[in-house]
Nanobody, 124 residues
């Protein structure tokens, strides 16, 4: 079966940086569009960033535009989320998701596979 495993979360001060990784297995990673979502306590799961298989087309939520960068390495079956200039509002569990389609989506039900999540906490 397809498995996604996130890593790289942790505690960081406001203005700091973290790099999340999502390692995949059991599927044809290079054909999947990938996305990152996050969910804070009491809030809906929200879209953060998405990337097509080609690594050329990316999509970002307005709240992270200019601060976060999504990328992928198909040879390593891994997608990354570089997070800079972190704010307390970024505190959430971050989930990696795979979609067996060419295009990304901002809607979480349209993704087929999910990781277990990794906690990101930004202290003020």
């Amino acid at each position: 079966q397809v498995q996604l495993v996130e890593s790289g979360g942790g505690l960081v001060q406001t203005g700091g940086s973290l790099r999340l990784s999502c390692a995949t297995s059991g599927g044809t990673f290079s054909t999947y569009a990938m996305g990152w979502f996050r969910q804070a306590p009491g809030k809906e799961r929200e879209f953060v960033a998405g990337i097509r298989w080609s690594n050329r087309n990316t999509d970002y939520a307005d709240s992270v535009q200019g601060r976060f960068t999504i990328s992928r390495d198909n040879a390593k079956n891994t997608v990354y989320l570089q997070m800079n200039s972190l704010k307390p509002e970024d505190t959430a569990v971050y989930y990696c998701a795979a979609r067996a389609r060419y295009t990304t989506s901002r809607s979480w039900p349209e993704y087929d596979y999910w990781g277990q999540g990794t906690q990101v906490t930004v202290s003020s």
